[in-house]
């Protein structure tokens, strides 16, 4: 790990730091914004830039060329991010929001800053995954994990976008334009340490599905890679490929529905009768998959002989 990405390593590593600072301030801190403590929304973006930038300097490891062009994207979202995170500690430390603030001209110059570092973060995203999936890390299951997860967790980023758009009746000259909630006010009732609307649609909730596909769809494919030693039909990378395929395009149904509830206004621990069909049309699916996989891989021989190939 020591030879991972330095600069993802060293801000994966100040994150951890700041996670810990800002739990024990949210303890200690009984002030509120919105409704949540000051501290919660510092303490959520620590820890998952934790993961974020851990697992990509871990991806960038896989690189066997070591690009140029790929280590400075990897600088950029070490910096980006780094940058989000000291402006969301300054402004929760002066009680005021970090998102969609105009109220003053410091409020103003904060929120354009962090717009910058998002946008420079997203497209830092882009071509380190470029870099990742020219190369063709691991295996097929590794490789097509890779691919979903990165795409998805891009649209996840993405998704960020829909949060700055002006919301019905907002005016510029009250200080606030954009929110996370869809139908109700921001700082209403929501889940407890997330924050997450329990009364309305909520574009937090598919921005962190979204992102975190690229932790989630690597760690399928690499405990079905574990497990392919006690259990046969694992052992056939087409199989483990295939499971890993079905994983992400589970993953990515369920980011799509998100997006699609919190747009409607729909509180994700409220779903309505249709939310609920199209969840089970997606597990159907997935299952149905699974269990023709699993049919196909019964009559695979008990070895991969393209892998023996390789081992030999």
């Not at 998002?118 to 497209?123: E, F, G, Q, R």
């Not at 199209?278 to 009559?299: G, K, P, S």
């Amino acid at each position: 790990m020591l030879r991972w990405h330095r600069p993802l390593m060293l801000f994966a590593g100040t994150m951890a730091v700041l996670a810990v600072a800002t739990t024990a301030a949210w303890i200690v801190d009984d002030r509120t914004l919105d409704g949540m403590p000051i501290w919660a929304k510092p303490t959520k973006f620590a820890i998952s830039f934790v993961l974020y930038s851990f697992t990509w300097a871990w991806l960038l490891s896989l690189s066997p060329r070591g690009r140029r062009w790929s280590g400075w994207a990897g600088t950029v979202l070490a910096v980006a991010g780094l940058t989000e995170v000291v402006l969301i500690v300054f402004q929760a430390a002066r009680v005021e929001r970090s998102h969609f603030n105009f109220a003053t001209p410091l409020d103003t110059t904060i929120y354009m800053i962090m717009a910058s570092t998002i946008t420079a973060l997203m497209v830092a995203n882009i071509v380190a995954a470029v870099a990742v999936l020219i190369d063709r890390p691991g295996d097929r299951p590794l490789a097509w994990s890779l691919w979903s997860g990165l795409i998805i967790s891009t649209l996840g980023l993405a998704s960020g976008i829909l949060m700055t758009m002006p919301t019905a009746g907002q005016d510029p000259a009250f200080g606030i334009v954009g929110a996370h909630t869809v139908g109700v006010p921001d700082g209403g009732p929501g889940l407890p340490a997330l924050g997450w609307s329990t009364v309305g649609g909520d574009l937090r909730v598919p921005h962190f599905v979204g992102m975190h596909a690229l932790q989630l769809l690597p760690l399928l494919a690499l405990a079905l890679t574990a497990l392919a030693g006690r259990v046969p039909a694992l052992r056939h990378e087409v199989v483990r490929a295939r499971l890993v395929a079905i994983g992400g395009g589970l993953y990515g149904g369920v980011f799509a529905l998100t997006v699609w509830q919190a747009l409607r206004g729909q509180s994700v621990v409220k779903p309505d009768g249709l939310t609920l069909a199209v969840l089970a049309a997606l597990l159907v699916a997935a299952l149905t998959a699974v269990l023709a996989t699993a049919l196909a891989a019964a009559r695979l021989p008990r070895t991969d002989p393209a892998e023996e190939r390789s081992a030999s």
